[in-house]
T-cell receptor
Framework: DVKVTQSSRYLVKRTGEKVFLECVQD?????MFWYRQDPGLGLRLIYF???????EKGDIPEGYSVSREKKERFSLILESASTNQTSMYLC?????????????FGPGTRLTVT | DAKTTQPPSMDCAEGRAANLPCNHS???????VYWYRQIHSQGPQYIIH???NNETNEMASLIITEDRKSSTLILPHATLRDTAVYYC???????????FGTGTSLTVIP
């Protein structure tokens, strides 16, 4: 079974803090993704990565950065957390094969910025 | 990117078939239709996907109209554990990006 794990299920941070959200997948997937999920807005893509050290902006990259130094790990960084970044953050991974694109999701991290 | 339209909510009686519709009238010829679901407090779970033909797996069936402008996900015998938000997604043909809308909240009633 594909397993995608996220470092924390719940996190509380203060405004202005630097926040790291970690995601690890164990299936040697090329692609990894970070989404945020807010009520009434569905899932929105923040950043994704096709390969180690590669990254692409999604729909809402402002206020975020990412790092992918190893194939299995994809980190989302909030350089200076703000209250409007309070959200559920979901990580996903998928194979690079264009005919098999199902994404496998982690359990999510619920971040509260106070 | 093709976008999708789904009803915000639906109910289904336990044991009956649940038919979840999705409109994707701007889909292009090489874009796939994917279905995911999200049970409360969990990450989304892949269900099924298709291009032109109908598809079936152990979880569900996917019916795509001939013009590909709409599709229906069928859960043949809904159980209480199928209560979730169901997302219909069209995959872009320029990469791996998915567009998740707000989905359909399915409630299976005992």
């Amino acid at each position: 079974d594909v397993k995608v794990t996220q470092s924390s299920r719940y996190l509380v941070k203060r405004t202005g803090e630097k926040v790291f959200l970690e995601c690890v997948q164990d299936m040697d997937h090329e692609n990894m993704f970070w989404y945020r999920q807010d009520p009434g807005l569905g899932l929105r893509l923040i950043y994704f990565s096709y390969d180690v050290k590669m990254k692409e902006k999604g729909d809402i990259p402002e206020g975020y950065s990412v790092s992918r130094e190893k194939k299995e790990r994809f980190s989302l960084i909030l350089e200076s957390a703000s209250t409007n970044q309070t959200s559920m953050y979901l990580c996903a991974s998928s194979l690079g094969d264009r005919d098999r694109h199902e994404q496998y999701f982690g359990p999510g991290t619920r971040l509260t910025v106070t | 990117d093709a976008k999708t339209t789904q009803p915000p909510s639906m109910d289904c009686a336990e044991g009956r078939a649940a038919n979840l519709p999705c409109n994707h009238s701007t889909i292009s010829g090489n874009e796939y239709v994917y279905w995911y679901r999200q049970i409360h407090s969990q990450g989304p779970q892949y269900i099924i996907h298709g291009l032109k033909n109908n598809e079936t797996n152990e979880m569900a069936s996917l019916i795509i109209t001939e013009d590909r402008k709409s599709s229906t996900l069928i859960l043949p015998h809904a159980t209480l554990r199928d209560t979730a938000v169901y997302y219909c997604i069209v995959r872009t043909n320029t990469g791996n990006q998915f567009y998740f809308g707000t989905g359909t909240s399915l409630t299976v009633i005992p």
